[in-house]
C-alpha cells in the first residue's frame, strides 16, 4: 500500500510560480508511474502530467505544457510538479497519483491506483 502526500499548494498572483511535491511511503517509488491531476467543484478531474517509471518520459496537458515541469527524485521518494506564468485557470485542488505500470492511457484516471489527499492551488488574476 502506497501513501502520497502533497504539499506546496497556496495562493499566488498571476504570472508566479509554486512548487509542488508529493512524498510516497510504503511502496518501491521507482516501480510507479507517477502523475499529477487536477480537479475544481462539480468538475471532473483532469491530467496535468505524468512521469512513467521505467524510462522518465514526461507528458503533459495541452493547457500546461510549456509551463509546468515534472520531475521525480528517486532517492527521496518524492515528485514534483514545478509550475510557472500561472494563470487563473490553473485554481484547483492537486492531486498526486501512483500507477503500477506506464500506460498508453496515463491522462485516464482510472490507470492509477494510488492518490493523495490534494493541495489547493489558488490563482488571483
Known amino acids: 500500500q502506497v501513501q502520497l502526500v502533497e504539499s506546496g499548494g497556496g495562493l499566488v498572483q498571476a504570472g508566479g510560480s509554486l512548487r509542488l511535491s508529493c512524498a510516497a511511503s510504503?511502496?518501491?517509488?521507482?516501480?510507479?508511474?507517477m502523475g499529477w491531476f487536477r480537479q475544481n467543484p462539480g468538475k471532473e478531474r483532469e491530467f496535468v502530467a505524468v512521469?512513467?517509471?521505467?524510462?522518465?518520459?514526461?507528458y503533459y496537458a495541452d493547457s500546461v505544457k510549456g509551463r509546468f515541469t515534472i520531475s521525480r527524485d528517486n532517492a527521496k521518494n518524492t515528485v514534483h510538479l514545478q509550475m510557472d506564468s500561472l494563470k487563473p485557470e490553473d485554481t484547483a485542488l492537486y492531486y498526486c497519483a501512483a500507477a503500477v505500470r506506464d500506460s498508453v492511457g496515463y491522462a485516464s484516471r482510472y490507470q492509477y491506483n494510488y492518490w493523495g489527499q490534494g493541495t489547493q492551488v489558488t490563482v488571483s488574476s
Open positions: 512521469i512513467r517509471r521505467r524510462d522518465d518520459n514526461t
Open positions: 510504503g511502496g518501491t517509488f521507482t516501480g510507479y508511474a
